[in-house]
């Protein structure tokens, strides 16, 4: 079974860089208690401190589905729409050795 990768960008409000850090830092901490979780990964952009970048690892499609459907995930992610200047993006990959 492959694993899969989710790489999320996130861009914050400048003013609010710090709330979203600690907000997905809170979201990190509810994924990691889930089932089918493997790891995360944070990195902040170079050129852009408003750039927030996710790697997280799942078991399956499935399971990252039903952590994102999951009431503990809407917890944790409360408020976030505030935070962004625009919509994060997202993508799934299969984890290569």
Request: aromatic share 8%; hydrophobic share 40%.
């Amino acid at each position: 079974m492959a694993l899969i990768g989710v790489l999320t960008h996130h861009w914050a409000k400048e003013d609010k860089v710090e709330e979203a850090k600690a907000l997905l830092d809170r979201n990190g901490e509810a994924q990691s208690h889930a089932p089918g979780f493997g790891a995360r990964q944070t990195f902040i952009s170079l050129a852009d401190p408003t750039k927030i970048s996710t790697l997280v690892t799942w078991e399956t499609n499935e399971i990252y589905d039903a952590w994102r459907a999951s009431p503990e995930r809407a917890v944790a992610m409360a408020g976030a729409e505030d935070l962004w200047s625009r919509p994060p993006e997202s993508e799934r990959f299969e984890m290569q050795d």
